[in-house]
């Protein structure tokens, strides 16, 4: 913030001593060009102008910021603006022309001193209206601007805070979804198996070590997920034994690519449970991950029919297609839609990133 300060406080001189400075080299031009005022009046003209334009305008600066005119909204700074270009024009005139008694040190006559006083007042005050309109105007619109940035700037911080909150909470809902029903697997394996069924604990025990690890992150590793989706395999096939087969087809140039966490393992659970389980001789699971088009594709098969206009796609759908919006921004495109000869095709299209 100090070297952010720094930085302001070095361009706002640099803008003061550059725009003025300009501006009364202008004014020392016509000078030079219409009167025959010696080159000492016309240099002591020029520093007198910048310092008069710089220290006024800098008197205003500190007692803006003092009333905090900076934070005001734009029709409740207007009504205070009109008046205060209007006294920094008069304070203006009144310092130029007093500045004018100062060529009476360099042999000026002072009736012809007084005589510029006299006729420049009009022209002076004409001209402070607009330099110091101007000026004023500029000062405010650049805070404005910055202010309007630093606005734009919080509420994207806190859009992101908001999301991450809404990904966390997203997050949550799947260990106690998955565990549910990988329970429901272990029951039953219990009760018909339970001979296999301290295999099957010690699987799921891995599952959630891993998902554990990976509870802070939205996305991870493709190689990362499948691991975790061989052991939910395996411990499926403890029960379901023949009835479950699989068959995946995976680009290996693709294995770091990140992807929503658990979505290939809902996918695939999704598939055993209203596809596997459905069926009495079972069926295979095809997996095909490929990259098409800037574009990662997951493509899970399932025997069965796929129920269109299903009122409850349940709690893991609903979870990763809230995940895939809020990761994607509507970039990622989740699909489930019947192929010929029985089988149902789940379709995840995610952006390469």
């Known amino acids: 913030m100090n070297e952010l300060n720094k930085r302001n406080s070095l361009l706002y001189w640099q803008c003061q001593f550059l725009g003025w400075g300009t501006v009364s080299l202008y004014w020392a031009y016509r000078l030079v060009a219409f009167s025959e005022y010696s080159m000492g009046i016309i240099v002591l003209n020029y520093i007198l102008d910048v310092g008069i334009s710089i220290g006024l305008t800098h008197m205003y600066k500190h007692f803006a910021i003092h009333q905090k005119w900076t934070m005001l909204d734009l029709s409740s ?95 949550t809902q799947l260990n106690p979804h998955f565990l549910f029903n990988s329970l429901n697997s272990i029951k039953a394996l219990v009760i018909e198996r339970p001979e296999i069924a301290r295999r099957a604990i010690d699987l799921l025990s891995d599952i959630l070590r891993t998902s554990l690890y990976e509870k802070d992150t939205s996305l991870i590793g493709i190689q990362q997920e499948l691991s975790l989706v061989n052991d939910y395999i395996e411990l499926e096939k403890l029960r379901f034994e023949e ?63 796929f129920i269109e206009n299903n009122p409850s796609k349940g709690l893991g759908l609903k979870n990763l297609l809230d995940r895939l919006e809020m990761q994607y921004k509507g970039k990622a495109h989740f699909s489930i839609q019947n192929d010929a000869e029985n089988t149902v095709t789940a379709t995840l299209e995610i952006p390469m990133q």
């Not at 500045?99 to 402070?128: A, H, N, R």
């Not at 309109?133 to 650049?142: E, F, K, Q, R």
């Not at 979505?263 to 209203?274: F, P, T």
Request: net charge neutral; charged share 15%; with cysteine.
């Open 243 to 305: 009835r479950l087969t699989t068959s995946f087809s995976i680009d290996e140039t693709l294995m770091q690519h990140k992807i929503p966490t658990l979505s290939i393992q809902l996918l695939i659970e999704n598939a055993i449970k209203h596809g596997i389980d459905k069926k009495i001789n079972g069926g295979t699971i095809e997996l095909l991950i490929t990259e098409k088009e800037s574009s990662l594709f997951i493509i899970v098969k399932n025997p069965g029919t």
């Open 77 to 171: 700074l207007f009504i205070r603006l009109v008046p205060s270009i209007i006294v920094l024009a008069a304070i203006f005139t009144l310092l130029n022309n007093l500045k004018w008694y100062y060529c009476i040190i360099f042999g000026t006559e002072e009736q012809v001193v007084m005589s510029v006083i006299l006729m420049t007042w009009d022209p002076i005050f004409i001209t402070g209206l607009r330099m110091m309109s101007i000026w004023v105007l500029a000062y405010h619109l650049y805070h404005f601007y910055q202010r309007e940035i630093q606005t734009a700037k919080e509420n994207t911080a806190l859009a992101q805070i908001v999301q991450q909150a809404q990904l966390d909470n997203l997050q």
